[in-house]
């Protein structure tokens, strides 16, 4: 399940420099379409784990975009232009993602065989009541930005803490424990609740 | 003058509200294309005119001096227009001097904004075509060779409609639009061409006609747009409007005068915009209308008061700025420095609210009408080959859905989305052996279909006839470059690709734009003749009607056989448009008749003063 066991390139076939990606040659730019098993991490060439290198993943972001962006195939033939396109789309969309703590951790779960948030939408019970009491708060008290600060401040701390367990249980995903899978899951749920709180408090 | 022939000339064209231009990049960097017979800097006024009599069409600023005198045939700011409903722009259009009309559109329910012009009915896209023709004819007139490939940018904040409209003017005009590109990263791409250091910018955008506010890093040639927002309906022009109707709020209770004219709105219009421009650099400024008769309305505008007017327009660019910024999760401290882009941003008030919204000093070293057009051109030169070492990194301003049972707007891709991105959704049937499926595409962040902008129906043919949902349609819908979209369906079963029509909601067709394309050229060679005649006759009827109406409300003070003089000469013109197919004779006739109505004119104009207008 790791990235070396992905059958992909090494050399580039035409001009057999070493691939630093397997969508492109950073050398003559011939682009290499998407296998359907290569996930994310790999497209980058990094460790698929939950704590990465931020700057890192930015910085091959960067160098790849600068060698499969459409912009650089306006001479290009039909099909590499199209390729080009969808190969950005898929670069861009794999950012998205992996920047995103929560959503990288959500990938990482459904790469080890978790279940997705469409199947599984269930939130601890207390952490449903916390949300439901900070909303009655918010709803009562809009006007004073008192109380609203120390509204922010208690979502801010909750969803925190949320994001410190959310990395604990992505890290040991690997041991394969279906129970680290399914609190995982609850706890990526429950983001969203304290997410939503955070964009309905106003602007400030 | 290019050197290697095998690098294609690609021009970049600043497609504007007010004013357009072309510029080209080279490896020694991007300068604008200016033509020396044309009195306009390479700032050329994105104005039309049509002259119904000689067929003649004229663009840029000889047009705009047309506007005073030929209200009805001279179109400008067609931009606002681009690729809109009728019922998107009526209250605009209303204030606009020329006509424009609703044509109802082939789908049920919508209908498309059309501008009358004596007999003809020009499209928005047709309009920009002929500004980027003038545009296309000066860059050929440079190199002295064809150019058929171009950058054009668009306000960020355009919407699938409005890119899709921007490029139908560039394929009518002949032009191959190379890529679209948004007018605030543009302006970021000018300003960090030779800029090394790491930073993170703003580009305030305030033009004729829209708003763009862009967040962006920069770094090692990478322009990366972190987030955008912006205003397709907010711009100088809405400057010049206060002071306009500040004019005609005081006009009617000075002297009970309504000015309602098309020639006296416009001459109100370029008024007030010098107006608009003299306090950037004075405190005060005379707004002086001559009303005849002797009667002048005079008016001292400060500074200050100018202000006031346009606070309230002021704002809403400010509040975007903090949507861009919340966005983009950063702080206005977190930026290193704030661009001022587009004449507007002359107004010393915009600059200082800008200012303290920032804390910070706007960055203003740069051209704000030009600095578009730059980075257009250098944008073109990537894509022509010429250099390798920038990469514009863009994103999607609106959100892109689907419309829902029950009406929801259902997201698909949110806004500030890196572009080119896609994403993919299954459907299927709700009845046994449908064999297409409609499928509504919105745009916008409202979570009701009806309040976000539909971008066309999408219907699914062929699909196979099966029980209600078996067929599994998996539907991309991919936001290129350019920000337009594009659409692609797989039927799972049978792996074929499921046929997709795609019926715009404001735009043209494919085949509309491509029967342009060939009419414009069909035009140029085309016996001008008949349509000389067949827009004169209308010219003598339009002429005709109006003098009538003058003369059964006026007539009574000019001279009993003025009036009959007057009345029989009109007889004459409406027969001999009716039966000749002299063209010079029915112009000669008609020059004649519009001679004799000035005395009537007269009378029109005192009684109008004396009286005001009901």
């Keep these: ?125 207390d952490v449903l009541m916390d949300a439901m009491e900070l909303r009655e708060q918010l709803e009562e008290s809009s006007p004073d930005p008192v109380v609203l600060a120390s509204i922010k401040e208690a979502v801010d701390r909750r969803r925190n803490a949320l994001l410190a367990a959310i990395g604990d249980a992505a890290e040991k995903l690997d041991d394969g424990a279906e129970a680290t899978q399914v609190q995982l899951r609850q706890l990526i749920n429950s983001v969203k609740y304290f997410d939503n709180l955070l964009a309905d408090l106003p602007a400030g | 003058m290019t050197k290697d022939a095998s690098i294609p000339i690609i021009i970049g064209i600043d497609l504007g509200t007010t004013n357009s231009l072309v510029a080209h990049a080279d490896e020694k960097g991007p300068r604008l294309l200016v033509d020396a017979d044309v009195d306009d800097a390479g700032v050329m006024p994105s104005v039309v005119s049509f002259d119904l009599n000689t067929g003649q069409v004229t663009v840029g600023a000889k047009a705009r001096d047309h506007a005073v005198e030929y209200p009805l045939t001279t179109v400008y700011s ?111 791409l000018a300003y960090g061409l030779d800029r090394k250091e790491a930073a993170t910018i703003a580009i305030y955008d305030l033009g004729g006609g829209t708003f763009d506010v862009s967040i962006l890093k920069l770094q090692d040639g990478v322009f990366e747009v972190v987030a955008t927002h912006g205003d397709t309906h907010l711009g100088g022009d809405d400057f010049d409007m206060c002071i306009m109707d500040l004019a005609v709020r005081e006009v009617s209770k000075q002297f009970g005068v309504e000015i309602r004219a098309p020639a006296t709105r416009q001459a109100l219009r370029l008024f007030a915009e010098a107006v ?23 008016r001292v505008i400060e500074q200050a008061e100018f202000e006031q007017m346009i606070k309230p327009q002021v704002e809403r660019t400010l509040e975007s700025c903090g949507q861009a910024l919340r966005a983009a999760r950063l702080k206005p401290e977190d930026i290193d420095s704030v661009i001022m882009v587009g004449g507007s941003t002359r107004v010393p008030y915009v600059r200082q609210r800008v200012g303290e919204l920032f804390g910070s000093r706007p960055y203003t070293a740069l051209n704000p009408e030009q600095v578009v057009a730059m980075g257009a051109a250098v944008q073109a030169s ?81 699909v196979p006839p099966m029980p209600a949902g078996l067929p599994k349609i998996d539907v991309t819908f991919l936001i290129d470059q350019n920000g337009i979209l594009n659409v692609q369906a797989l039927e799972q079963r049978s792996g074929a690709k499921a046929g997709i029509q795609v019926v715009p909601a404001h735009g043209l067709t494919r085949d509309e734009v491509k029967k342009m394309e060939q009419d414009s050229i069909i035009f ?37 056989d003025e009036l009959h003089r007057l009345e029989e000469a009109l007889k004459a013109l409406r027969e001999l448009a009716n039966s000749s197919q002299d063209a010079d004779l029915i112009y000669r006739q008609l020059e004649k008749f519009n001679r004799m109505t000035i005395p009537l004119a007269n009378a029109a104009m005192s009684s109008t003063l004396r009286q005001g207008e009901s």
């Design chain 2, 382 to 462: 990537v894509l022509a080959g010429v250099r390798r070492d920038t990469l514009l990194l863009d994103v999607t301003p609106l959100s892109l859905g689907i419309e829902t049972l029950g009406g929801a707007m259902g997201k698909l891709i949110r806004a500030n989305t890196k572009v080119p991105c896609q994403v993919t959704e299954m459907f299927t049937t709700f009845q046994d052996g449908q064999t297409a499926v409609k499928i509504n595409v919105l745009q916008g962040e409202r979570e009701l279909a009806q309040d976000c902008r539909s971008l066309g129906t999408f219907e699914l043919i062929g």
């Design chain 2, 78 to 188: 067609v931009k606002r227009l681009m690729g809109k409903g009728f019922s998107d722009v009526e209250d605009e259009a209303s204030k606009l001097a020329y006509a424009v009309e609703r044509r109802e559109s082939d789908v049920e329910g919508q209908d498309l904004a059309v501008i009358n012009v004596g007999s003809k009915q020009y499209a928005p896209p047709h309009i920009s075509a002929l500004v980027l023709g003038e545009l296309k004819r000066r860059a050929e007139k440079h190199f002295g060779q064809e150019v058929t490939k171009a950058v054009i940018t668009v306000p960020a904040y355009f919407d699938d409609a409005q890119r899709q409209a921007t490029r139908d003017a560039g394929q009518i005009a002949g032009l191959e639009v190379v890529r679209i590109v948004n007018e605030p990263t543009a302006a970021a």
């Design chain 2, 276 to 298: 608009k421009v003299g306090l950037s650099n004075e405190p005060q400024k005379l707004l002086q209308i001559d009303l005849g008769q002797g009667r002048q309305y005079e």
């Design chain 1, 1 to 125: 399940m790791s990235s070396q066991d992905i059958s992909v390139p090494v050399k580039c076939l035409d001009c057999r420099c070493e691939l630093e990606t397997p969508i492109v040659c950073t050398g003559c730019h011939k682009l290499y379409p998407l296998s359907m098993d290569m996930d994310y991490f790999s497209l980058f060439q990094i460790p698929r784990r939950y704590r990465i290198d931020v700057g890192e993943l930015r910085h091959k972001f960067l160098s790849i975009s600068r060698n499969v962006h459409p912009d650089f195939f306006g001479a290009a033939s039909d099909d590499m232009k199209d390729l080009s396109v969808h190969l950005s789309a898929e670069l861009n969309e794999a950012l998205r993602v992996l920047i995103d703590p929560v959503m990288r951790a959500g990938y990482l779960l459904e790469l080890s065989g978790g279940t997705s948030a469409s199947q599984d939408r269930s939130v601890p019970q």
């Design chain 2, 524 to 560: 140029a060679r085309e016996d001008m003749i008949a349509h000389r005649l067949i827009d004169l006759r209308n010219q003598v009827l339009f002429d005709t009607a109006k003098a009538v109406q003058v003369i059964d409300k006026h007539g009574d003070q000019l001279a009993a």
